[in-house]
Structures are given as C-alpha cells and as structure tokens.
C-alpha cells in the first residue's frame, strides 16, 4: 500500500499529522528523543554516522531517517510513539489512514516467527510471542524492556539473572517489581508469567533454548541473531 496523497486523506486526519510533526519537529522533543528515548546503540551509529552540527541540521525526522530509512510520515509516527506523544494504537490508525506502509520483516526473521515461541529484535525494540507481536511502548518502559531482553537472552543458556546485570548502582533495581510490570501486558498475561521463576535473588526463563530467538540491528536494513 503507498502513502496517499494529501488530497486522498480526510482533513482531520491532515490536521492531526499536521499537529504532530509540529510537535515531533520542537526543540523539547529532539532533546528528550537524543538524550532519553534513543537506545545507547542508536546514538552510537548516530555518532559515528553524523556529525552533531549535521545531527542539529537533520532534527528529529532526519537523524530517524538516518537510523531507519523510511518515509517522512513514517519517521514522524514512530518518534512520535517512541516519545509518548501517541499511543501506539493511534500510531497504527494514523498509519492506516494515510497509507504509511509496515516494514517488512527480513526473512531470517519471519522464519524465526514460524518456529520460536519468543522473538525479540532491538533496536527500537519489538517483541513477538507465537508469532504476534506483542503491543507495548517498550522505548516508554526501557527497564522493563531491558529486564525482558536479558531474561530472555539468559535463557538460551539456560541461565538466570540478577539485579548485578543491570550495571547502574544509582537505578533503584527491583527484578520482582519489571516482572509484575511486564505481565501487565495484556499480550503476555497468563502466557509467561508460570514461566518465569524466582529463586534466590534470581530470575529465569523456563522457556527451551530453540524456543527462543533474538536479533539486533547492526545497520540500517541489516539484522543479525544473537547466538551467545
């Protein structure tokens, strides 16, 4: 589906871009999206790709496009969600509307959905349990996130994980509370809760190692499994 004209979208729904791009555009929102919302890896490659006069020159719309490709109103709906200034099921409608096309998924990756009961890929985060995706604002819920990738990244090991992998000492760590947290998710709950057990200070996935299957982004387009 390609993105419509201007003429073949309602006018409200012109309006609502119109009013997010201003906000996505604002000073307020470039310092919270480059020293907030932005993982350490995204502003790693940022850092190595731009220059910081190039990086204030692009603005929120083009350092996104510099990390993820895409159209304009595409970069403008995902840091509007990745900033809370939408939710990600009015994100979903306003893509719909316009015609902002899905990205597709590499094919290592859709393969993975057939097979493994859990997919994660970062960055930006994305989560998919029995091949759906689970809906949820992770860049808002970073620790919880964070709690759920190493849980899960553990778990190929067979191992567990304690307050000690979260590094910050000044971070109020509490792994019982990223739990209740995670499982508030409507797509996760009654699915994992059984399956993660607390023992000792320590947290575990019971969840078969071929089960399980992550990516990270090493480039723009590119995606490679995490096997250790």
Not at 113 to 126: F, M, N, R, T
Not at 212 to 226: A, D, H, K, N, P
Request: hydrophobic share 35%.
């Amino acid at each position: 589906m390609a993105e419509k004209s201007p003429d073949e979208v309602p006018e409200a729904v012109r309006l609502k871009m119109f009013e997010v791009v201003g906000r996505v555009r604002s000073a307020p929102v470039m310092k919270l999206l480059w020293e907030d919302r932005l993982t350490d890896s995204e502003r790693q490659r940022l850092e190595v790709s731009i220059s910081d006069d190039q990086r204030k020159k692009l603005g929120t719309i083009g350092i996104w496009r510099e990390l993820y490709g895409g159209s304009e109103a595409r970069a403008v709906l995902e840091i509007a969600e990745r900033c809370d200034l939408l939710t990600p099921e009015e994100c979903k409608s306003l893509s719909g509307k316009i015609g902002v096309e899905e990205e597709n998924l590499p094919v290592e990756v859709q393969k993975a959905l057939d097979s493994a009961q859990l997919v994660l890929i970062d960055p930006p985060p994305s989560a998919y349990w029995g091949g759906k995706e689970i809906v949820c604002n992770w860049e808002g819920q970073n620790v919880v996130w964070q709690y759920f990738f190493k849980l899960a990244k553990a778990a190929r090991h067979q191992g567990s994980i304690s307050v000690q992998d979260f590094g910050d000492s000044s971070m109020k760590k509490n792994l019982t509370d990223w739990k209740c947290r995670l499982l508030k998710n409507e797509d996760l709950f009654g699915k994992i809760g059984d399956l993660i057990e607390s023992k000792q200070g320590k947290h575990r996935l019971k969840l078969p190692r071929e089960k399980i299957r992550i990516f990270v982004r090493v480039s723009e387009e590119g995606l490679q499994e995490v096997h250790h």
